[in-house]
């Protein structure tokens, strides 16, 4: 795997990580279960984004 594409799914897992933390910080002060549950849902889709990085990375590579 060359460095950009390594670089990228760093910076993916990263913010999938940033993501979790934000919510799980937010639920457990329980100031507002919407902000929480919205944060949820965008970790979702953020780990969708990078799943679907991750294999056409791999499609690509063969």
């Not at 594409?5 to 940033?18: D, N, P, T």
């Not at 919407?34 to 970790?43: A, G, N, P, V």
Request: aromatic residues 6%; hydrophobic residues 65%; glycine residues 10%.
């Amino acid at each position: 795997m060359n460095a950009a594409a390594k670089v990228v799914l760093a910076l993916g897992m990263g913010a999938v990580a940033l993501v979790l933390a934000f919510g799980l910080i937010t639920v457990l002060r329980a100031k507002n279960p919407d902000l929480s549950q919205k944060l949820m849902r965008w970790r979702v889709g953020v780990q969708l984004a990078v799943i679907a990085l991750i294999l056409g990375i791999l499609w690509f590579r063969g």
